[in-house]
């Protein structure tokens, strides 16, 4: 798969560290709780993206200290995932993401209509996974593993709306990447 800024109305290519897990399909109160989860760690994302930038870790103004230092304190220490093996996070790979799929290589094949969740980690800075469930849609053979399609699913009108700004952050990113490289 090539990375390059995604250029295509609604769709992001980007490099992040990511993670797909099958799971049997969840009860839909289990998706709900799921969906609100993703909600309010996507407004944490966003809200931390105003509070430190793209700076280094700690930069801020000195008017959002207080508010950066409670946020601080939240993240390292309620919010943390314990992840048994949090390796998969410190390895960039290319995804494609847009506002109702997402596309990635795996060394193994899972079905088509297989469930699972996809955790991404596009913060570095920000000790905790983003998780949102989806269905296969589409496996197909690639010379480094099979490409996956995957419907996102479970989604409530705030998510998606999250979503939505979640990617135009990303997409900013990426473009600020690839003009770096250049």
């Known amino acids: 798969m090539r990375h390059d800024a995604g250029l295509s109305p609604g769709e992001v290519r980007a490099l992040l560290a990511y993670q797909w897990q099958a799971l049997p399909r969840p009860e839909p109160n ?34 959002l200290a207080p508010l950066a230092a ?24 290319p995804i494609v993401l847009t506002p109702s799929t997402a596309q990635w290589l795996e060394p193994s094949a899972p079905a088509p209509g297989e469930w699972g969740v996809l955790r991404l980690y596009p913060e570095p800075r920000l000790p905790r996974s983003l998780g949102l469930w989806v269905e296969i849609e589409v496996v197909t053979p690639e010379p480094d593993g099979w490409r996956i399609r995957a419907q996102w699913q479970g989604q409530s009108d705030e998510t998606q709306e999250l979503l939505g700004k979640f990617l135009f952050r990303l997409h900013r990113q990426e473009v600020a990447r690839a003009r770096q490289t250049q």
Do not use: C, H, N
Request: proline content about 3%.
């Open 70 to 93: 409670r946020i601080d304190w939240l993240l390292r220490w309620v919010l943390a995932d314990r992840d048994a093996d949090p390796g998969w996070r410190q390895v960039q790979r």
């Open 30 to 63: 289990a998706l709900a709780k799921d969906d609100r989860d993703a909600a309010r760690l996507m407004s944490l994302m966003l809200a931390f993206e105003e509070i430190y930038g793209a700076g280094a870790p700690g930069d801020y103004t000195v008017e």
